[in-house]
């Protein structure tokens, strides 16, 4: 097993493990030093050097999770309910850049991204920018934390341009907004699949 020893690893770690299991308050967790806290209930995980989670101050019958990766696959799962149960919205104000050729990328204004079970869906720079993405567009969303070290960043577009949308307000949402795209390409598939088969 490989030692981290650094005492920031658990820095920002929120931007992944974004959602409390214990009082399942979202956009609340803050990963700082060695340690992830939930704002809202208090409760707190201390990642160990070799990447276990173990909760502090707290029985091994409280603690929800040991490994990142369970944490992150219930998270996936909480998405996919919200999903299959139509309460899935993000909205949320955001700054937007755009690569349109090969020299740079410009920043264009302010605006709203919106996703929802229809897709994609970004506004903005004063009513000039209307964008609408649906979900069969990709199955990968790129979406990056501290990007270039201007800010979390999600990322949509097609061959003519791309939008490069840096979330406000401090909120944790590109890595959920990810786990939505992935599911929603996979439920669009699945019933793509299904009116094939009626059909044929």
């Known amino acids: 097993m490989v030692r981290v020893s650094e005492p920031f690893r658990a ?3 929120n931007r992944v493990l974004y959602k409390c299991p214990h009082c399942l308050t979202e956009g609340r967790m803050r990963g700082r030093g060695s340690r992830l806290t939930c704002e809202n209930c208090g409760k707190t995980y201390e990642l160990t050097e070799y990447g276990y989670l173990r909760g502090v101050d707290m029985t091994s019958e409280e603690e929800h999770f040991t490994h990142v990766p369970d ?5 996936r799962e909480c998405v996919r309910q919200e999903l299959l149960e139509g309460s899935y919205h993000l909205q949320v104000p955001v700054d937007i850049c755009m690569l349109v050729d090969s020299r ?5 204004g302010g605006g709203v991204l919106e996703h929802t079970a229809e897709g994609f869906r970004l506004t903005g720079c004063q009513g000039q920018l209307d964008y609408a993405q649906k979900p069969s567009a990709s199955y990968s969303l790129y979406a990056d934390y501290y990007w270039y070290e201007l800010g979390d ?3 949509i577009g097609d061959h003519r341009a791309l939008y490069y949308c840096f979330p406000q307000n401090g909120a944790d949402v590109a890595a959920k907004t990810r786990l939505a795209a992935e599911e929603l390409y996979q439920m669009k598939r699945r019933n793509e699949g299904l009116v094939r088969k009626e059909k044929g």
């Open 11 to 13: 820095d920002y770690l």
């Open 71 to 75: 944490w992150y696959r219930w998270e």
């Open 104 to 108: 740079c990328i410009y920043r264009v």
């Open 153 to 155: 960043m999600i990322c």
